[in-house]
């Protein structure tokens, strides 16, 4: 029996900081991933805007927020997708908003500042949405 | 249905609504669940929580001007927090627990917050 191939959408709304949303969501993905299925984006969404940030120090023997992420881009492509609004809000900004806005752009060369459009075209176009 | 479930009380953060009214802007047919402390935001008399912040009560007052017109909560968590029929906006509708079965059961897709 084949299993029909389930295209993904996954949100993520909390602070990469203040508890382990973002380990799980990428712990999922990894597993969607595994079983064969698609994952059309990830989305963060408030306070995970955070996750995009580049300059991340992160305490000895520790990797960054990011790294799950950028290895799921890395390897199979995924749309990092950012919402802009919250992004400017909380101080994210790619090359094209910090010159908007005169700032300096800190925003992870693998994530991408996106609109809520995205959103409705996962409604419209994925299988399953998870929000984490 | 395109559901979208709020469990916590409103706070000076209106992203949750901003996203269900761009979705409803994008003719996505969000249909709203409130549950908990979630009943709150259908109070018809909320304000700004910040005062240069938007209004939540003028947000969900526009629910009906973006053709949203599923907006549920539970009867149960009305007692609980002892909000009256009559605080909330009048196209909430108040639910009993097998009908939210249904609603759930009915949902293709869900976003949480």
């Known amino acids: 029996m084949t299993t029909k191939n389930l295209h993904y959408s996954i949100i993520i709304t909390q602070s990469p900081h203040n508890d382990e949303n973002n380990e799980t969501a990428a712990a999922f993905a990894a597993a969607v991933l595994d079983s064969g299925h698609t994952i059309d984006r990830i989305f963060f969404y408030q306070d995970a805007v955070f996750t995009a940030l580049k300059d991340i120090t992160s305490p000895q023997g520790q990797l960054p927020h990011s790294h799950h992420w950028e290895a799921l881009k890395s390897n199979h492509n995924i749309p990092l997708q950012v919402c802009i609004a919250n992004a400017l809000r909380r101080g994210v900004y790619d090359a094209t908003e910090a010159s908007r806005y005169d700032t300096a752009f800190n925003l992870h060369e693998d994530f991408e500042l996106t609109g809520l459009g995205e959103i409705a075209e996962a409604l419209s176009q994925s299988d399953r949405i998870i929000t984490f | 249905m395109n559901l979208f479930i709020l469990k916590k009380a409103p706070t000076s953060d209106a992203e949750a609504l901003e996203m269900i009214l761009a ?21 018809a008399d909320l304000g700004k929580f910040k005062s240069d912040g938007k209004s939540i009560g003028k947000l969900t007052s526009a629910f009906p001007m973006y053709d949203i017109e599923n907006i549920f909560a539970l009867e149960s968590d009305a007692q609980t927090y002892k909000i009256d029929k009559q605080e909330l906006h009048s196209f909430c509708k108040l639910i009993s627990t097998e009908e939210l079965k249904k609603i759930l059961q009915s949902a293709d897709k869900t976003i949480s917050f």
């Open chain 2, 23 to 43: 979705c409803a802007a994008f003719e996505q047919q969000p249909s709203i669940l409130l549950l908990g402390s979630g009943i709150q935001f259908a109070k």
